[in-house]
């Protein structure tokens, strides 16, 4: 036992060359791109002086005030804005979720592993009821080796978040698979008005690092973000986490009423988990109440991602959206919930593995229509997903297997189609009406 108590989780010597390579690369693209941003916008500059002199004249407007209230929805969906969390200091998408009304998210198994979710009195546990996604990739597993539904948000990055769209309840056809308590869409920044390096630190060795570029390459507007985080936790066994992750977004506009995105997000983890303990054994003094029996749980996870959105306004009455997406994921969890229950010799550790590739899209048209006096707001759509894991599930002890219990690949293929229609009666009244398949 004492021996287990001293274990101190370390990343492999080759994956930290990796991370070093990655992080490395990672730089090296965002001095090009700098550099790139200097050099076109001082050729534009100077293009521009000499087409037009008097554009270098200053002239000094009036300040002027405006101000709107904020656009009336019903109380199952809203969306808050950047400015709205910008107040608050989040190290992670996850921490956003609080910033939702009666959303709560919490953490109990280390850093790396996917939140706990809480929404309008339901426990979706790690995302089985509730269906969350970014910019309409699915963030949520399905037949996942942890859990239905299990989702992890750690692959985003809180600044590169616009704004946050919620909705409570299994009131509305487009939100599709999980959506029973509710559902929330990440909707990420195109580009931001300054480039700008963020260091933190704080208690238990917290370090973060963020570093964000928006170059306007030509016609084209990119955001580029690159996070470091570490922290070792309040744990007496230190979590020892570490987080790298970049996001690459890029935005064209063919026309004046179209517009294209393409966004690429890498992520990488490692932590460890001090788990749960027995009561018993905090109040008879024992064990520390940060202390723990098996300090080698924890895991290691990583997720890539490729979004592709093409959107079209030829009027102000309606829209079209377009969107493929590609992701892989792969989790490596591992827990011990009975100690030595079970096996007194080598304990009752357990290792779940899912490694998975899903790719997918959707498509939907909307309009405005009008139906007597009152708006009639119309939207049809279908979504295709299509996901092949390999998931298992082994005994370990000391991150070592020594029993495979389960082992299989899944292939899921699905298929959906809905139209929904929203009567505005009054401002304080709504009807919402639509079927799903």
């Known amino acids: 036992m004492q021996e287990a108590n001293n274990h101190r989780h370390s990343i492999p010597e080759e994956k930290r060359l990796a991370l070093r390579r990655l992080s490395g690369w990672v730089c090296y693209i965002i001095v090009l791109l700098w550099m790139a941003k200097i050099s076109y916008g001082s050729e534009t500059t100077d293009l521009q002086a000499a087409e037009h002199p008097a554009a270098n004249s200053t002239k000094r ?43 709560v998210a919490g953490q109990h198994a280390g850093g790396g592993k996917a939140m706990q979710y809480f929404l309008r009195g339901f426990d979706n546990d790690h995302g089985t009821d509730v269906a969350i996604s970014v910019d309409g990739i699915p963030v949520n597993m399905v037949s996942h080796a942890h859990g239905q539904g299990y989702a992890d948000l750690n692959f985003l990055i809180p600044e590169v978040v616009e704004s946050i769209d919620y909705r409570k309840g299994p009131y509305f056809a487009d939100s599709g698979n999980f959506a029973n308590s509710g559902s929330v869409n990440f909707v990420t920044k195109e580009g931001t008005v300054e480039n700008s390096l963020r260091a933190v630190g704080g208690s238990f060795n917290t370090m973060r690092y963020v570093g964000i570029l928006s170059p306007r390459l030509g016609p084209v507007q990119s955001l580029i973000a690159n996070e470091v985080y570490f922290t070792d936790g309040p744990s007496k066994h230190g979590e020892n986490f570490v987080k790298y992750n970049f996001f690459g977004k890029f935005t064209l506009k063919p026309s004046p009423t179209s517009k294209l995105n393409l966004w690429t997000a890498l992520y990488t983890g490692d932590w460890d988990a001090s788990g749960q303990i027995p009561l018993r054994a905090v109040r008879s003094g024992r064990l520390d109440r940060f202390g723990s029996l098996d300090p080698t749980e924890g895991g290691r996870s990583d997720r890539e991602n490729v979004n592709l959105i093409y959107t079209a306004t030829p009027n102000p009455e309606e829209s079209w959206f377009v969107q493929l997406y590609f992701s892989r994921s792969r989790l490596r969890l591992f827990s011990n919930f009975t100690f030595f229950s079970g096996d007194p010799a080598r304990g009752d550790g357990i290792e779940q593995l899912d490694s998975r590739v899903l790719f997918g899209g959707r498509a939907q048209y909307h309009r405005v229509w009008t139906l007597g006096s009152m708006p009639l707001e119309s939207a049809a759509g279908f979504d295709t997903r299509n996901d092949n894991a390999d998931v298992g599930l082994f005994w370990q002890q000391r991150r070592q297997r020594f029993v495979t219990t389960q082992k299989a690949e899944i292939w899921e293929n699905a298929f959906s189609g809905y139209t929904q ?17």
């Not at 002027?64 to 804005?81: F, H, I, L």
């Not at 929203?422 to 401002?427: P, Q």
Request: a positive charge.
């Open 421 to 437: 229609h929203e009567l505005f009666v009054r401002e304080w009244l709504r009807f919402i009406a639509g079927p799903a398949w």
């Open 61 to 103: 407007l009036p300040q002027m005030t405006v101000t709107e209230s904020r656009p009336v929805s019903a109380a199952t969906a809203s969306r808050v804005r950047a400015k709205d969390f910008a107040v608050r200091p989040h190290n992670t998408a996850s921490e956003m979720l609080n910033n939702l009304p009666g959303f």
